[in-house]
């Protein structure tokens, strides 16, 4: 084979791999352009279906163009204008940009004219969705219809009528279906006050258009500027479905398409089968199954348990093993069978963190107490604590000196509500023990015989304590019913050792410069010699008996005078008038020969 033949030999296959290659979509900037339309495949398309692709004037972008006629009644000849297709629906219509198609006329009383004509023998009409508006106040349009009449829209700005579309001083009408042409007019009805007011009229798509405002911008001077379209309907051949069926070109022959007859009334058009894409036609894109498990379909998601299942122009969901439902998104989705056992085992795992976490707690609770409680032990050693209680222990047990327990000190001082001061090692709060003189002077307050008696018996031995068995004996120096403390089980404590001083171990006798102690209680023998021994704290507890046995305060007031209790007590004992001094509030026979025993000691001691 030489040059020539080789040549040859690949235009015959080049030629024949071209007209028997698929008919595949010509592209027009962002849009497919498919059969029946076609750019410059006349062999995939439909003959009066061509559209130009061109630059739009106003965009700037690659876009179809459609060519059709329009003007005003005046033209000689019909000037063809070019129409941007903005959108093409396969099913038989197609909307253009229609904004250029106008009547208007600014001046009173006068309405201009004009016409919108596809190209005549063309498969497109004007589509009965469409209306043809009037716009203005005091506006009027009209269009014509061959011999058989005219319509007529008046459009006034109190208009409650106007169409949701055009809320400004619009009316509406509808147009007649499917016709080929289109003669109307637009203008000022009259204008009241002499002022230029416009009246414009065209036909639009509805839903391609929008004025919800007076913006008259949007329309005065030179048209209705805002953009609008225009439906046209299409349709291949003269022939219905039926009769397309019947010939060898039927353009609805591809598996999976379908035939309807064409809305614009003449001619057929095709689709595909639901669950199918593409336009459905035999030159055009055909029909493909729709793989509805591809991206978002109506089954819940694998994660959830759901199996979604395409099948050609169909699809399934279903759940996955070990799931219940039937795993439609609005079904009964799928449901874990395992969920009621998950469920369980959630509540288990989480009660059993409840539990858990209360035994910490309980633990870190009794941790941290006993960790307090080590820390007060520890104080309580390091302070000298049990030295002191062994001390207290070697003391004869009695509770003449007694530590008290935090809680004891938090009843007394009512939780350390009143706060005295603070020292150098410690913050004073007030704390509260009942006194004896309280006791026994006070009407609420009066203490039994067996009481006083245990008092005067536990007093007498705090005294002997401090006289004699401390290591380092001790003079209280103001022995007094007030200083004899009750706790709440009557025991008492020999407080305020504020006078008191250690007894020299040498000597007996106390040197003091100055006379001290509590009136009604001084012996007057220290008053008078200014020498305070042990006998001078003896005296004052004889005093205190005899506040035990009368009930009577240490000083006595008796009229303007005021005399010492115990002297009234002896100048009793000395003329035999004891029992009329005893307290009435405890004196009884059963015991008056105990209180006449305490009476001599008191006597004694005094
Ligand atoms: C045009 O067709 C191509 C495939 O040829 C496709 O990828 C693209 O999405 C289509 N564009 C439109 C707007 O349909
Ligand atoms: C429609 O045409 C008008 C001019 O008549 C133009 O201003 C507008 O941008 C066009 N709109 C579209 C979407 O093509
Ligand atoms: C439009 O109407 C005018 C006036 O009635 C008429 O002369 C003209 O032929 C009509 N145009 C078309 C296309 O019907
Ligand atoms: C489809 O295209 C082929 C050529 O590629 C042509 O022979 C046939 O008539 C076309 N069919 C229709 C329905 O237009
Ligand atoms: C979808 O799945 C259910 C359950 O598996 C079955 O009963 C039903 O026939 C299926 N439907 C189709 C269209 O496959
Ligand atoms: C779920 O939605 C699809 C599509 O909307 C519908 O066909 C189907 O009947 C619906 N199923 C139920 C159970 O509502």
């Known amino acids: 084979m030489d040059c020539r033949g080789v040549v040859r030999f690949l235009i015959c296959v080049c030629m024949v791999g071209?007209?028997?290659?698929?008919?595949?979509?010509?592209?027009?900037?962002?849009?497919?352009?498919?059969?029946?339309?076609w750019i410059k495949n006349s062999h995939c398309g439909y003959p009066g279906f061509q559209v130009t692709c061109r630059k739009d004037p106003y965009s700037g972008i690659l876009a179809p163009f459609f060519t059709a006629y329009s003007g005003n009644y005046t033209d000689e000849y019909l000037q063809g204008f070019y129409y941007r297709i903005i959108e093409i629906d396969y099913t038989g219509s197609l909307i253009i940009n229609s904004s250029s198609i106008w009547a208007q006329s600014c001046i009173s009383n006068s309405t201009a004219s004009a016409y919108f004509q596809p190209p005549l023998g063309g498969p497109f009409t004007i589509s009965m969705s469409n209306k043809f508006i009037v716009i203005g106040c005091n506006a009027v349009g009209s269009y014509t219809y061959g011999d058989w009449g005219e319509a007529r829209c008046v459009s006034t700005c109190d208009s409650q009528t106007d169409p949701p579309y055009c809320r400004y001083g619009c009316c509406e009408i509808t147009l007649p279906d499917n016709w080929a042409w289109l003669n109307f007019t637009g203008g000022s009805l009259f204008s009241l006050l002499n002022t230029t007011t416009c009246g414009l009229s065209t036909i639009l798509e509805p839903s391609t258009f929008t004025i919800v405002d007076n913006n008259t911008n949007l329309f005065w001077g030179d048209g209705l500027k805002a953009y609008h379209g225009l439906r046209l309907n299409w349709g291949i051949s003269l022939q219905n479905c039926s009769m397309?069926?019947?010939?060898?070109?039927?353009?609805?022959?591809?598996?999976?398409?379908?035939?309807?007859?064409?809305?614009?009334?003449?001619?057929?058009?095709?689709?595909?089968?639901?669950?199918?894409?593409?336009?459905?036609?035999?030159?055009?894109?055909?029909?493909?199954?729709?793989?509805?498990?591809?991206?978002?379909?109506?089954?819940?998601?694998?994660?959830?348990?759901?199996?979604?299942?395409?099948?050609?122009?169909?699809?399934?969901?279903?759940?996955?093993?070990?799931?219940?439902?039937?795993?439609?998104?609005?079904?009964?989705?799928?449901?874990?069978?395992?969920?009621?056992?998950?469920?369980?085992?959630?509540?288990?795992?989480?009660?059993?963190?409840?539990?858990?976490?209360?035994?910490?707690?309980?633990?870190?609770?009794?941790?941290?107490?006993?960790?307090?409680?080590?820390?007060?032990?520890?104080?309580?050693?390091?302070?000298?604590?049990?030295?002191?209680?062994?001390?207290?222990?070697?003391?004869?047990?009695?509770?003449?000196?007694?530590?008290?327990?935090?809680?004891?000190?938090?009843?007394?001082?009512?939780?350390?509500?009143?706060?005295?001061?603070?020292?150098?090692?410690?913050?004073?709060?007030?704390?509260?023990?009942?006194?004896?003189?309280?006791?026994?002077?006070?009407?609420?307050?009066?203490?039994?015989?067996?009481?006083?008696?245990?008092?005067?018996?536990?007093?007498?031995?705090?005294?002997?304590?401090?006289?004699?068995?401390?290591?380092?004996?001790?003079?209280?120096?103001?022995?007094?019913?007030?200083?004899?403390?009750?706790?709440?089980?009557?025991?008492?404590?020999?407080?305020?050792?504020?006078?008191?001083?250690?007894?020299?171990?040498?000597?007996?006798?106390?040197s003091i410069m100055f006379a001290s102690g509590t009136p009604g209680y001084v012996d007057p023998e220290f008053v008078r010699s200014n020498q305070f021994t042990d006998k001078s704290d003896v005296f004052s507890f004889g005093v205190v008996l005899v506040e035990l046995l009368t009930g009577l305060k240490p000083l006595l007031s008796i009229g303007e005078s005021t005399c010492a209790l115990y002297d009234h007590f002896l100048s009793a004992i000395n003329d035999n008038h004891l029992i009329e001094i005893f307290d009435p509030k405890v004196v009884k026979e059963e015991i008056q020969g105990q209180m006449e025993n305490m009476a001599r000691l008191a006597k004694a001691c005094l």
Not at 18 to 37: I, Q, R
Not at 309 to 329: I, L, M, P, Q, V
Request: charged share 20%; aromatic share 8%; with cysteine.
């Open 244 to 510: 397309a069926k019947a010939t060898a070109n039927y353009s609805c022959a591809s598996s999976n398409a379908e035939c309807i007859d064409s809305p614009s009334g003449q001619g057929h058009v095709c689709r595909c089968l639901p669950g199918y894409e593409g336009n459905g036609y035999s030159n055009g894109t055909d029909c493909t199954d729709t793989d509805e498990c591809k991206g978002s379909n109506m089954c819940v998601g694998a994660e959830e348990g759901g199996i979604c299942h395409n099948f050609a122009g169909t699809y399934n969901c279903s759940c996955a093993e070990g799931y219940k439902g039937d795993g439609f998104h609005n079904g009964t989705r799928c449901i874990s069978r395992s969920s009621n056992y998950l469920k369980l085992a959630i509540i288990g795992a989480v009660s059993s963190f409840v539990g858990v976490s209360m035994v910490a707690c309980g633990l870190f609770w009794c941790l941290s107490m006993r960790r307090s409680k080590h820390a007060r032990e520890k104080n309580f050693r390091q302070n000298g604590g049990i030295q002191l209680q062994e001390r207290i222990a070697s003391m004869g047990g009695k509770e003449s000196l007694k530590i008290f327990s935090e809680r004891e000190l938090e009843m007394a001082s009512n939780k350390f509500s009143t706060e005295l001061g603070k020292g150098g090692f410690a913050t004073v709060y007030k704390g509260v023990l009942v006194n004896v003189f309280d006791h026994l002077h006070s009407r609420e307050n009066h203490l039994t015989w067996k009481t006083r008696r245990q008092i005067a018996i536990e007093t007498a031995e705090a005294i002997a304590y401090v006289h004699l068995q401390a290591a380092q004996p001790i003079f209280h120096r103001d022995i007094k019913s007030s200083n004899i403390l009750l706790d709440n089980t009557f025991t008492p404590k020999v407080a305020d050792f504020g006078l008191s001083r250690l007894r020299p171990s040498d000597d007996r006798h106390l």
């Open 18 to 37: 071209f007209t028997g290659a698929k008919c595949v979509p010509e592209k027009c900037g962002s849009m497919n352009v498919s059969y029946p339309f």
